[in-house]
């Protein structure tokens, strides 16, 4: 069984960084690729950012692409969403997700239905 933990997400002004963590449980974590996910109000769940599981490819959604990084730390289990120049309207839940299928050391999953495991979310509220 695969757990993902999210934290840090918050309340931020506008303009403002926020760091948010997902600790994955499972004993193969560095073979997972791993994506973020957001949830706005009354809509559908989009992708924001995705890593390979050899940390070298990553690819993010044209929202958020200068702003946004996304990285990995195999040690310790953790995939990382750094958040900066946050705008109102990445006002969201925030979720991490795992795939667990084989791929290619650059692979980098984008699509929601690919990913076999999803953390609880994280709310992150920007204030204009």
């Known amino acids: 069984q695969v757990q993902l933990v999210e934290s840090g997400g918050g309340l931020v002004q506008a303009g403002g960084s926020l760091r948010l963590s997902c600790a994955v449980s499972g004993r193969t974590f560095r ?5 973020w996910f957001r949830q706005a109000s009354e809509k559908e769940r989009e992708f ?6 050899s940390g070298g490819s990553t690819y993010y959604a044209d929202s958020v692409k200068g702003r946004f990084t996304i990285s990995r730390d195999n040690a310790l289990m953790t995939v ?4 900066n120049s946050l705008k109102p309207e990445d006002t969201a839940v925030y979720y991490c997700a795992a795939d667990l299928k084989p791929r290619t050391p650059t692979t980098v999953v984008r699509a929601a239905v690919a990913y076999d495991y999803w953390g609880q979310g994280t709310q992150v509220t920007v204030s204009s």
């Open 31 to 35: 073979s997972y690729a791993m994506g």
């Open 48 to 53: 924001v950012a995705g890593i390979s599981w």
């Open 80 to 83: 990382y969403l750094q958040m």
